[in-house]
């Protein structure tokens, strides 16, 4: 399974847009890129998916460039409540029930 | 309607201790996932079940951990003679198969004394 680098934390403030950029060099053909957001005592949640190009819904992007060895979440616009740690996970879907393999995520505070 | 359950949500159990903990999957939903999170980690996984089938138990750490959904529904993770290194938060997920997105459960924070 494809190994990520993220930062292990950002800071932002109010009403910027905050990017997150993942390297995953060793992503496989099958693989897909996902993003996950988790809150202090909470479980992770899905956030977007996708496999290459721009990947657009109402809580964020994904900008995955053409060798798919990256991947940018981008966040219109953040507010307190996105301070939460961001996890990108790189795997097959289909491999033994799409079963997640999170690395340390990246840390966002969002500050007044 | 309701999401991914878990019970207790926190439970303390000395060293030695057999462990019972609970999930309710999303009905309908085929998958069922455990992971294990540690402090400051990112979730680590343990084991997943397809119905009542249990198709990858390669994250279990040791044979004291056991897993099971016999009715393909409700299932619960086991730990036998629990150690320190058990203490972390276990989470529960599951979703309509390998192609759709987890939802997870607020976890169960375990701390073994």
């Known amino acids: 399974l494809a190994k990520t680098t993220q930062p292990i934390s950002m800071d932002s403030y109010e009403g910027q847009e905050v990017n997150i950029t993942c390297s995953h060099n060793?992503?496989?053909?099958?693989?897909?890129i996902t993003w996950y957001q988790q809150f202090p005592s909470q479980g992770p949640r899905f956030i977007i998916q996708?496999?290459?190009t721009k990947v657009t819904n109402e809580v964020a992007s994904l900008f995955i460039p053409a060798d798919r060895k990256s991947s940018t979440l981008s966040l219109p616009r953040v507010s307190l409540s996105d301070t939460a740690v961001y996890y990108c996970?790189?795997?097959?879907?289909?491999?033994?029930?799409?079963?997640?393999?999170f690395g340390q995520g990246t840390e966002l505070s969002v500050k007044p | 309607g309701a999401g991914v359950s878990q019970s207790p949500r926190y439970k303390v159990a000395k060293r030695g201790q057999d462990v019972a903990l609970r999930c309710d999957p999303i009905s309908g939903h085929v998958s069922l996932f455990w992971y294990q999170q540690a402090l400051g980690q990112g979730p680590e996984f343990l084991t997943y079940?397809?119905?009542?089938?249990?198709?990858?138990k390669s994250g279990l750490p040791s044979d004291r951990f056991f897993a099971e959904r016999p009715e393909g529904s409700v299932s619960t993770l086991k730990i036998q003679r629990t150690q320190q290194e058990d203490s972390a938060v276990y989470l529960c997920?599951?979703?309509?198969?390998?192609?759709?997105?987890?939802?997870f459960g607020p976890g169960t924070r375990l701390t073994v004394t």
């Open positions: 996970l790189v795997g097959d879907r289909n491999n033994q029930g799409g079963k997640l393999i």
């Open positions: 996708g496999y290459k």
């Open positions: 997920a599951s979703n309509l198969g390998p192609l759709y997105e987890q939802y």
């Open positions: 079940f397809q119905n009542e089938a249990q198709l990858d």
């Open positions: 060793n992503i496989a053909t099958n693989d897909y």
